[in-house]
């Protein structure tokens, strides 16, 4: 079944669309972008950015005021 989606016309075909649709100047801004935007959902998915270097930060109790 996925294999007759990746065919290489297929790519060929998308990548066309997208020169079209976005020209040759926009192309590889929104390959970077992409790029990125897969980068961080991987890693919020694997959870490398949920540790913090500096340890877990505490709050200190709120006072409420007195009246």
Do not use: N
């Not at 990746?6 to 060929?12: A, D, E, G, R």
């Amino acid at each position: 079944m996925l294999t007759s989606v990746l065919q290489p016309t297929h790519l060929i075909i998308v990548l066309a669309v997208a020169l079209l649709l976005l020209g040759p100047k926009r192309l590889p801004e929104a390959g970077r972008a992409l790029g990125q935007a897969l980068k961080e959902f991987k890693g919020s998915i694997t959870g490398a950015h949920d540790e913090d270097p500096d340890g877990p930060v505490e709050a200190s109790p709120r006072s409420t005021p007195k009246a």
